[in-house]
């Protein structure tokens, strides 16, 4: 027996700390037991159906450390499976009281705890007991040696097996392989010779009987059709059984079927016979089945001769499954269809076969509908499935029949194209915490093979490549890391935010002044509240009704003239700050001066980093109050942040032509990146202005991280719009936003980047972040951005009316300052799950795709499907805008690539796959049914192949896009 560790688990221990010790048994009446000691720290993994040896153990102590003797203390299993022999057991003298678990038949884990019942302040004890499946088993025939049936038709029982430990119990979880080889082909005999006689009717005692026409000779138009079994592999249940069925080849002769067990598993191999009859006869028959088709968990009637009057005379066996009798004559049956609802199975065809007494009737292969949700979706329409039951299996149809006179054969219309059908599937995970990360077992079956039970291939999460990473990277980047590292720092020291006091406005600054300004940003990219921090001097160079701009004294040479200072603050005070402030409210003016400052300075070029540099931020301390001046602390019991500069303060790189300080940056660069950089963090100043002094939270009730830069991406869109002059809810292709170059600068200056962020995402799946990431100085970040903005846009089309209010409504988080998640399901009234997948269908149909283990596809491959109904309400044509992205990447999206959704094609064949998709994520599969495809069944299970629990919160979503 292989050995391991029981895991004692944090099963709270006594708050006592002894004071004495010792091993005698306390006797006295009235000598409390306070704890629970575990005894069997160190016992074997055991396999499944044995028991623990030795057993679970615990020690009964009084305060003073001294055993107990007679306390009952009682082992419950809560979680798994298996036996406790006894339930309660009394303590002994030495104050131990032990039970024996006996493992289940099944792999996988058990948790016991051991209380004292008559004292319920003893804190339990839980033990944890790891059940492996047997190395050897030994396997045994339980039923369906020895069958005869007509050459083609299916055999009527399953051939089923029991696997059992070498200790005689039952072996669950075990693998079991099964294979087969034809009769031996008969070779063509020298003219004379008689070929030996095929077993007929009457030879030995049949368990099947005849068609109703006899079988068909081979020719060169009906080929000969090997046999087939449903299962090529399968799990044994907790009983420790397994079987599969059998369907007969066109050749007669003797099958053998072949069983053993897989999965590093020991054991011998099995053999089943079975008889494929040429021309079997018999007395009943079996002719039609209402109306050919039979549907699981349902009705059917069977039309023969033979057939007895009283029900439970006839035996129905349907794919290996007995049915039902309900009702009988001599020629008619009804039957209850069974439901196969322990297996997800797809449509396909069934044996059906009557037994009465003795004799079989011939088999009929008819087509089963399985009872499951079956997809039937138009184009353009989706259905999303949600929670552990809905998720277990969903059925697709089998494609459109191939029939002479489709596309391409003779005869056919030119015109005339056979339909496929492509659908996009989406499994998501819609837990909203960082630990609720969920592995999956996607089950994809088709009738060729039902297994499902083989091991499982992993889905890989996407990689960037460095090439596109790199790209993505040059400009600017880590601002992200920046907040967040900072606003962490900010609520770990418990820093209060100053809040605005009501005193009158001061004068504003004029150009030529000069202002200094703390700056707390060092190479570990977060701000620190430590005074002295250094300090940047800086002239205003350009004074608006919104903004104050100011250079640093340090600035490299050849930056903006000062007419460009001054057309640079026009713009700002036209175009982007009453758009932003329109959607999110204005900043809340701490300074009192009226106006946010924007410090360009070589401070911030130094972040950087070649050419993934640091193009600009807002710092969420200098809200805090620096213990300076008279302002109030929102927060009377919170610290001081004496690098804080109270004041709404936007920091920015200086020109820097020459790259003396890392990346080249010319005045035209950085007249043009500042407008969308202002937009960006007006709205994080101002949604923690709206935020941190007033509530109670302080710094912690300031937007999680991820909606805050979807917001603030979205900021960025609206101020693009407004200076385009281009409405939302429009559907913008790229040839409006392009009609001009001065039009394309603005589309590339304001929102090529959410677009490009976007793409990011979309390449990066499997795996790619949406509401958390640990790089968020990195692509992580810009694919979460990407994400965040996508969703937002979504929301605000579909939101109807004035979108500025349902911004508006978002950054202020409500009376409780809702954050995250949350916020979203308060503002929308909708549930997450709703919301994450209607914006993963939106996505699906706004965007063409490339499939996982395929090279960048051309242009074409990557246009949206012709036919496709437009979302209703969109101000983007995303999927015209990918399109005209891809046509030259390089100059267009800024990538080396297409941007494409990335896909884990399907395909209709049997798999298994693995998967582990992260909070509030989902991955992409296509599938494409052909004509001619097979049904298939696709369920969606934990890692283990159990159904997902129900804490789990699994989704599906499929959308059909051809």
């Given at each position: 027996?292989?050995?391991?560790?029981?895991?004692v688990?944090?099963?709270?221990?006594?708050?006592?700390?002894?004071?004495?010790?010792g091993?005698?048994?306390?006797?006295?009446?009235?000598s409390?037991?306070?704890?629970?000691?575990?005894?069997?720290a160190?016992?074997d993994?055991?396999?499944?159906?044995?028991?623990?040896?030795?057993?679970?153990?615990?020690?009964?102590?009084?305060?003073?450390?001294?055993?107990?003797?007679?306390?009952?203390?009682?082992?419950?299993?809560?979680?798994?499976?298996?036996?406790?022999?006894?339930?309660?057991?009394v303590?002994?003298?030495?104050?131990?009281?032990?039970?024996?678990?006996?493992?289940?038949p099944?792999?996988?884990?058990?948790?016991?705890q051991?209380?004292?019942?008559?004292?319920?302040?003893?804190?339990?004890?839980?033990?944890?007991?790891?059940?492996?499946?047997?190395?050897?088993?030994?396997?045994?025939?339980?039923?369906?040696d020895?069958?005869?049936?007509?050459?083609?038709?299916?055999?009527?029982?399953p051939?089923?097996?029991?696997?059992?430990?070498?200790?005689?119990?039952?072996?669950?979880?075990?693998?079991?392989?099964?294979?087969?080889?034809?009769?031996?082909?008969?070779?063509?005999?020298?003219?004379?010779?008689?070929t030996?006689?095929?077993?007929?009717?009457?030879?030995?005692?049949?368990?099947?009987?005849?068609?109703?026409?006899?079988?068909?000779?081979?020719?060169?138009?009906?080929?000969?059709?090997?046999?087939?079994?449903?299962?090529?592999?399968?799990?044994?249940d907790?009983?420790?059984?397994?079987?599969?069925?059998?369907?007969?080849?066109?050749?007669?002769?003797?099958?053998?079927?072949?069983?053993?067990?897989?999965?590093?598993?020991?054991?011998?191999?099995?053999?089943?016979?079975?008889?494929?009859?040429?021309?079997?006869?018999?007395?009943?028959?079996?002719?039609?089945?209402?109306?050919?088709?039979?549907a699981?968990?349902?009705?059917?009637?069977?039309?023969?001769?033979?057939?007895?009057?009283v029900?439970?005379?006839?035996?129905?066996?349907?794919?290996?499954?007995?049915?039902?009798?309900v009702?009988?004559?001599?020629?008619?049956?009804?039957?209850?269809?069974?439901?196969?609802?322990?297996?997800?199975?797809?449509?396909?065809e069934?044996?059906?076969?009557?037994?009465?007494?003795?004799?079989?009737?011939?088999?009929?292969l008819?087509?089963?509908?399985?009872?499951n949700?079956?997809?039937?979706?138009?184009?353009?329409?989706?259905?999303?499935?949600?929670?552990?039951?809905?998720?277990e299996?969903?059925?697709?149809?089998p494609?459109?029949?191939?029939?002479?006179?489709?596309?391409?054969?003779?005869?056919?219309?030119?015109?005339l194209?056979?339909?496929?059908?492509?659908?996009?599937?989406?499994?998501?995970?819609?837990?909203?915490?960082?630990s609720?990360?969920?592995?999956?077992?996607?089950?994809?079956?088709?009738?060729a093979d039902?297994?499902?039970?083989?091991?499982?291939?992993?889905?890989?999460?996407?990689?960037?490549?460095?090439?596109?990473?790199?790209?993505?990277?040059?400009?600017?980047?880590?601002?992200?890391?920046?907040?967040?590292?900072?606003?962490?720092?900010?609520?770990?020291?418990?820093?209060?935010?100053?809040?605005?006091?009501g005193?009158?406005?001061?004068?504003?600054?004029?150009?030529?002044?000069?202002?200094?300004?703390?700056f707390?940003?060092?190479?570990?990219?977060?701000g620190?509240?430590?005074?002295?921090?250094?300090?940047?001097r800086?002239?205003?160079?350009?004074?608006?009704d919104?903004?104050?701009?100011?250079?640093?004294?340090?600035?490299?040479?050849?930056?903006?003239?000062?007419?460009e200072?001054?057309?640079?603050?026009?713009?700002?005070?036209?175009?982007?700050?009453?758009?932003?402030?329109s959607?999110?409210?204005p900043?809340?003016?701490?300074?009192?001066?009226?106006?946010?400052?924007i410090?360009?300075?070589?401070?911030?070029?130094r972040?950087?980093?070649?050419?993934?540099?640091?193009?600009?931020?807002?710092?969420?301390?200098?809200?805090?109050?620096s213990?300076?001046?008279?302002?109030?602390?929102?927060?009377?019991?919170?610290?001081?942040c004496p690098?804080?500069?109270?004041?709404e303060?936007?920091?920015?790189?200086?020109?820097?032509?020459?790259?003396?300080?890392?990346?080249?940056?010319?005045?035209?660069?950085?007249l043009?990146?500042?407008?969308?950089?202002?937009?960006?963090?007006?709205?994080?100043?101002?949604?923690?202005?709206?935020?941190?002094?007033?509530s109670?939270?302080?710094?912690?009730?300031?937007e999680?991280?991820?909606?805050?830069?979807?917001?603030?991406?979205?900021?960025?869109?609206?101020?693009?719009?407004?200076?385009?002059?281009?409405?939302?809810?429009?559907?913008?292709?790229?040839?409006?936003?392009?009609?001009?170059?001065?039009?394309?600068?603005?589309?590339?200056?304001?929102?090529?980047?959410?677009?490009?962020?976007?793409?990011?995402?979309?390449?990066?799946?499997?795996?790619?972040?949406?509401?958390?990431?640990?790089?968020?100085?990195?692509v992580g970040?810009?694919?979460?951005?990407?994400?965040?903005?996508?969703?937002?846009?979504?929301?605000?089309?579909?939101?109807?009316?004035?979108?500025?209010?349902?911004?508006?409504s978002?950054?202020?988080?409500?009376?409780?300052?809702?954050?995250?998640?949350?916020?979203?399901?308060?503002?929308?009234?909708?549930e997450?799950?709703?919301?994450?997948?209607?914006?993963?269908?939106?996505?699906?149909?706004?965007?063409?795709?490339?499939?996982?283990?395929?090279?960048?596809?051309?242009?074409?491959?990557?246009d949206?499907?012709?036919?496709?109904?437009?979302?209703?309400?969109?101000?983007?044509?995303?999927?015209?805008?990918?399109?005209?992205?891809?046509?030259?990447?390089?100059?267009?999206?800024?990538?080396?690539?297409?941007?494409?959704?990335?896909?884990?094609?399907?395909?209709?064949?049997?798999?298994?796959?693995?998967?582990?998709?992260?909070p509030?994520?989902?991955?992409?599969?296509s599938?494409?049914?052909a004509?001619?495809?097979?049904?298939?069944?696709?369920?969606?299970?934990?890692?283990?192949?159990?159904?997902?629990?129900?804490?789990?919160?699994?989704?599906?979503?499929?959308?059909?896009?051809k």
């Amino acid at each position: 027996m292989r050995r391991g560790a029981l895991a004692v688990l944090a099963g709270v221990l006594a708050g006592v700390f002894a004071i004495g010790c010792g091993d005698g048994g306390s006797t006295e009446i009235g000598s409390p037991p306070t704890a629970l000691i575990p005894v069997s720290a160190a016992v074997d993994t055991i396999v499944t159906g044995e028991a623990t040896d030795p057993p679970i153990a615990v020690r009964v102590e009084d305060a003073l450390g001294n055993a107990v003797e007679g306390a009952p203390v009682r082992f419950v299993i809560v979680r798994g499976e298996g036996e406790l022999s006894p339930g309660v057991a009394v303590a002994g003298r030495d104050g131990v009281a032990e039970s024996v678990y006996r493992a289940g038949p099944t792999p996988g884990e058990a948790e016991i705890q051991a209380d004292i019942p008559s004292a319920a302040d003893v804190p339990p004890l839980r033990f944890l007991v790891l059940a492996e499946a047997a190395d050897t088993v030994l396997l045994s025939i339980v039923e369906g040696d020895g069958q005869q049936a007509e050459a083609g038709s299916q055999l009527p029982l399953p051939f089923s097996i029991r696997a059992e430990t070498t200790s005689g119990a039952p072996a669950g979880g075990v693998r079991i392989g099964f294979d087969w080889t034809p009769p031996e082909e008969v070779p063509d005999l020298p003219e004379g010779e008689e070929t030996p006689e095929l077993l007929e009717a009457g030879d030995t005692m049949a368990v099947a009987g005849p068609p109703d026409p006899a079988a068909p000779e081979e020719s060169e138009e009906s080929p000969a059709r090997p046999g087939a079994l449903t299962h090529d592999i399968v799990m044994t249940d907790a009983d420790g059984r397994g079987g599969a069925v059998f369907t007969l080849g066109s050749r007669p002769g003797d099958y053998r079927i072949h069983v053993f067990a897989m999965g590093g598993v020991y054991s011998d191999t099995l053999s089943f016979s079975a008889m494929a009859l040429a021309s079997p006869g018999g007395a009943v028959q079996l002719d039609s089945i209402g109306n050919g088709r039979l549907a699981a968990g349902t009705r059917a009637l069977l039309y023969g001769s033979g057939f007895r009057p009283v029900p439970d005379d006839n035996q129905v066996w349907i794919e290996g499954t007995a049915a039902t009798v309900v009702s009988a004559t001599e020629t008619e049956l009804t039957v209850e269809v069974p439901a196969f609802a322990r297996t997800c199975l797809p449509e396909r065809e069934v044996g059906v076969r009557v037994l009465v007494g003795s004799d079989a009737s011939n088999g009929l292969l008819l087509p089963m509908e399985p009872a499951n949700l079956r997809v039937g979706l138009e184009v353009g329409e989706s259905l999303t499935l949600r929670g552990p039951v809905e998720v277990e299996c969903v059925q697709f149809a089998p494609g459109a029949p191939m029939e002479a006179g489709e596309a391409g054969e003779p005869g056919a219309p030119e015109d005339l194209e056979p339909e496929t059908p492509e659908y996009r599937i989406v499994i998501g995970n819609t837990g909203r915490n960082a630990s609720s990360g969920l592995p999956l077992r996607i089950t994809v079956r088709t009738p060729a093979d039902m297994s499902g039970d083989g091991p499982a291939t992993a889905v890989e999460r996407g990689m960037i490549d460095p090439g596109i990473a790199e790209a993505a990277l040059a400009g600017t980047s880590r601002d992200i890391g920046i907040r967040a590292r900072t606003l962490a720092q900010l609520v770990q020291a418990r820093v209060s935010p100053l809040r605005p006091d009501g005193s009158a406005a001061v004068s504003a600054p004029v150009p030529g002044d000069t202002l200094e300004y703390f700056f707390s940003v060092g190479p570990e990219l977060a701000g620190t509240c430590v005074d002295p921090a250094s300090t940047v001097r800086g002239t205003v160079r350009a004074v608006g009704d919104g903004v104050v701009l100011v250079e640093d004294l340090a600035a490299p040479a050849g930056g903006p003239t000062e007419e460009e200072w001054l057309a640079l603050a026009r713009e700002l005070d036209g175009t982007v700050l009453p758009a932003v402030t329109s959607y999110f409210g204005p900043p809340e003016d701490i300074d009192r001066n009226g106006r946010v400052v924007i410090l360009f300075t070589p401070a911030v070029n130094r972040l950087g980093d070649g050419e993934a540099g640091v193009g600009g931020f807002s710092l969420p301390q200098d809200l805090a109050a620096s213990g300076r001046g008279d302002g109030e602390l929102s927060d009377p019991d919170g610290g001081i942040c004496p690098a804080s500069n109270e004041a709404e303060i936007v920091y920015s790189v200086s020109a820097d032509p020459d790259a003396t300080l890392g990346r080249a940056i010319s005045a035209a660069d950085l007249l043009r990146e500042t407008p969308a950089l202002v937009a960006h963090e007006i709205q994080h100043i101002v949604s923690a202005g709206r935020r941190a002094p007033t509530s109670s939270a302080g710094f912690g009730a300031i937007e999680e991280i991820w909606l805050d830069e979807a917001l603030s991406s979205l900021a960025e869109e609206v101020a693009g719009l407004a200076a385009l002059g281009l409405p939302v809810g429009d559907r913008l292709t790229f040839d409006r936003v392009s009609e001009t170059p001065e039009a394309l600068d603005t589309f590339n200056a304001y929102m090529l980047g959410n677009f490009r962020n976007l793409g990011l995402y979309m390449l990066g799946l499997p795996g790619a972040p949406t509401v958390s990431t640990d790089d968020l100085d990195g692509v992580g970040g810009l694919q979460m951005r990407g994400f965040g903005w996508f969703l937002l846009r979504r929301l605000a089309d579909q939101a109807g009316g004035d979108e500025r209010a349902f911004f508006r409504s978002v950054v202020g988080g409500g009376q409780n300052y809702g954050r995250g998640i949350a916020n979203l399901e308060r503002v929308t009234g909708r549930e997450w799950a709703s919301i994450l997948a209607d914006v993963s269908v939106a996505l699906a149909l706004g965007a063409g795709t490339l499939d996982e283990g395929t090279e960048d596809s051309p242009e074409e491959d990557l246009d949206a499907p012709e036919a496709l109904p437009q979302l209703a309400a969109a101000t983007w044509d995303a999927a015209d805008v990918f399109r005209s992205l891809n046509q030259d990447a390089d100059t267009r999206s800024g990538l080396p690539t297409a941007i494409a959704l990335r896909t884990e094609p399907l395909g209709f064949e049997t798999r298994v796959l693995s998967l582990d998709v992260g909070p509030s994520s989902v991955q992409y599969f296509s599938l494409a049914s052909a004509p001619g495809a097979p049904g298939l069944s696709l369920s969606l299970e934990t890692a283990g192949g159990t159904p997902a629990g129900e804490t789990a919160e699994p989704l599906i979503t499929i959308v059909r896009t051809k």
